[in-house]
């Protein structure tokens, strides 16, 4: 288990026990599992991303801010950190709350590993994929199978050095490790 997972299930765990409940424990309040959703994000999300305070554009082109916020980015953009949290969480939010109304039945690390695929990528790439099709079956592990097939970036392979974008290839198999947590 990688220090970055130790983290995360730490951050999750902590969350769970400040409110009364335990990771192993099935139907959470929904405020609840929310919260611990984002406790596990905020530490996986900003890790994987970085954080850039000047608008910048990334591998694909799409100008960024802060911790991979894209909306309404342009050339020239500057935010403060006290920006940037609040970008992060509220692009955090949405994804959490896609996935958890997409995925009802998944695990807590499921649905952190989803989540940050939908705030990496964007809910119509997970929709349109094999990846989706699988976990709305219910089949967790072909599902996570999937998750190191999207190992491109505006056509870029990104298992290949020279092409300097190898965080997406890392991104995947924590994203694949989570989902995989308890099963």
Not at 44 to 58: H, I, K, N
Not at 67 to 72: D, E, R, V, Y
Not at 73 to 92: F, I, N
Not at 127 to 147: I, M, P
């Amino acid at each position: 288990m990688t220090p970055l997972l130790q983290r995360i299930i730490a951050a999750v765990t902590l969350s769970l026990t400040l409110a009364g409940f335990t990771v192993n424990e099935t139907g959470l309040p929904a405020p609840v599992e929310r919260a611990a959703i984002m406790a596990g994000l905020m530490v996986l999300t900003p890790e994987m991303e970085g954080t850039v305070y000047q608008a910048y554009p990334d591998t694909g082109g799409v100008w960024t801010i802060c911790t991979g916020h894209t909306k309404g980015v342009k050339r020239g953009d500057v935010a403060t950190p006290e920006e940037c949290a609040l970008y992060l969480q509220g692009d955090l939010g949405g994804a959490v709350d896609f996935v958890m109304r997409q995925f009802p039945t998944a695990t807590i690390w499921q649905k952190i590993a989803l989540a940050d695929f939908v705030y990496n990528l964007g809910a119509p790439a997970l929709l349109k994929s094999t990846l989706y099709k699988l976990a709305k079956a219910g089949k967790w592990r072909e599902a996570a199978d999937q998750f190191p097939r999207w190992a491109y970036v505006a056509g870029l392979d990104c298992r290949i050095p020279a092409n300097k974008c190898q965080g997406i290839p890392k991104r995947r198999e924590m994203q694949r490790s989570l989902f995989l947590v308890g099963l």
